[in-house]
């Protein structure tokens, strides 16, 4: 691969010498898509286009037996990806712009990405993100040059470092595949190998905090830094070195690179704590506060080393506390009365929880993973005990009162848990 970088675009090269190269190509690219991208696919017939656009959508959609038709005569197909919609389009028989307005082309990138063939059949309008890809036949061998503009070439570099710690780490053939995530900035695919060893790769570069958006901590500060919201991958690999150390089922972490920001780890599956109708399973919801009991049992360090630094694991105090209580102020509150609280209403909202938060025992402090509830806790039906409970999205562990997991798993934001269930959750773990 040869890359030449100009201020606002960059070029690269890929010599293609068998269908893996392209295949391979295809999954970088499709890794990496998200609204408003425009790919153009330029070439003689026979260069290689509808085969990288089939690859390309065969990844994008995560179904690698897809069925994906030249659009010649269709002119336009339309998929749906895993978190986009893509529209394939052919425009070899299109005669100018009035034909392509009937193609919704403008529609389509507002809403997904347009891959298209045969691009220069018309005026395209400025695409800020966009990937022309030049074909080009060399004898036996096949060339294809990328021109990138927009973020276009910082996301291809990314997805050349994604592939470089795959190759390195035993994946170097696997199928890349989007998984939908949490709502964070993070990123993540499933790694599938031919012998059907999966993995998951966690994208996640090393982020700035956010705007200051909290006057009550004086100066101003971003919520970020308030509520100690991990900014790199080192809280995931310290926290999660110490829970397997103590014998807690978190993803086992097969390589890492902590200046990129990326984690390849144990791929703990999708079944969670809940049944096929989303309602909770109580054999899970059990060993998982069983799970909480043998956590708050122990006495967690405070400081952990992980690849030669020293992280030290924040307290969950009261600022970062009512950080999170004032949500309530600033969503809840204008949704169900329509009007904001006023600065005398908020601040006095805030002081009655401050009084109200100085009552906690601050001498009843463990390891608190904030979010432990049913999208963050994987069932393994193929362990025994308490390996059956996995755990993930742990990098924001903090050292507070161990009643709040306690209540997110018993009062489970995403799941209708009844009381009698929550109950006997809370008296199976006093």
Request: net charge negative.
């Amino acid at each position: 691969m040869a890359i030449k970088a100009g201020p606002s675009s960059a070029t690269f090269q890929f010599d293609i010498s068998n269908e893996i190269a392209t295949w391979r190509l295809a999954e970088d690219v499709a890794a990496v898509l998200q609204t408003g991208d425009l790919i153009t696919l330029s070439g003689e017939l026979g260069a290689g286009k509808t085969s990288f656009a089939r690859a390309l959508i065969r990844s994008a959609t995560g179904d690698a037996a897809l069925d994906v038709p030249s659009p010649t005569f269709p002119i336009r197909i339309d998929y749906q990806a895993a978190h986009l919609q893509l529209a394939h389009v052919d425009l070899y028989r299109i005669s100018g712009n009035e034909d392509a307005d009937e193609l919704g082309l403008d529609e389509a990138l507002e809403t997904g990405a347009v891959i298209a063939e045969w691009p220069d059949r018309i005026d395209w309008p400025s695409v800020p993100d966009r990937l022309d890809m030049q074909f080009v036949m060399a004898g036996e061998e096949r060339r294809i040059e990328l021109r990138a503009t927009g973020t276009w070439p910082a996301r291809l570099e990314r997805s050349r470092l994604i592939r470089a710690l795959l190759d390195a780490s035993g994946f170097a053939e696997a199928q890349r595949l989007h998984v939908v995530g949490d709502a964070s900035a993070k990123a993540f695919e499933r790694i599938v190998r031919d012998d059907g060893e999966t993995a998951i790769l966690m994208n996640a570069p090393a982020r700035a905090p956010g705007p200051a958006v909290w006057p009550e901590a004086g100066n101003g500060r971003s919520y970020d830094d308030v509520a100690h919201r991990a900014l790199d991958i080192i809280p995931f690999l310290a926290i999660g070195a110490a829970l397997a150390e103590a014998g807690i089922h978190v993803p086992h972490i097969i390589a890492h690179d902590c200046t990129a920001g990326l984690v390849l780890s144990e791929d703990l599956g999708g079944e969670g704590v809940t049944d096929d109708k989303g309602e909770p399973v109580a054999e899970r919801y059990e060993a998982a506060i069983d799970l909480l009991a043998l956590m708050h049992g122990r006495t967690w360090p405070h400081t952990l080393e992980v690849d030669s630094k020293t992280y030290r694991v924040p307290s969950y105090d009261t600022d970062a506390l009512l950080i999170e209580i004032s949500l309530f102020a600033d969503w809840h509150v204008p949704h169900v009365r329509g009007t904001d609280y006023s600065p005398a209403e908020r601040r006095g909202f805030l002081e009655a929880w401050r009084s109200i938060l100085a009552g906690l025992d601050e001498t009843a402090t463990t390891w608190v993973m904030r979010d432990f509830h049913s999208p963050n806790i994987l069932w393994q039906p193929d362990e025994s005990g308490l390996d059956r409970v996995g755990v993930i999205d742990i990098q924001d562990t903090l050292i507070g009162h161990p009643a709040y997991d306690v209540a997110s798993l018993a009062q489970d934001a995403r799941v209708e848990v009844g009381e009698d269930m929550e109950r006997a959750l809370v008296a199976r773990y006093c």
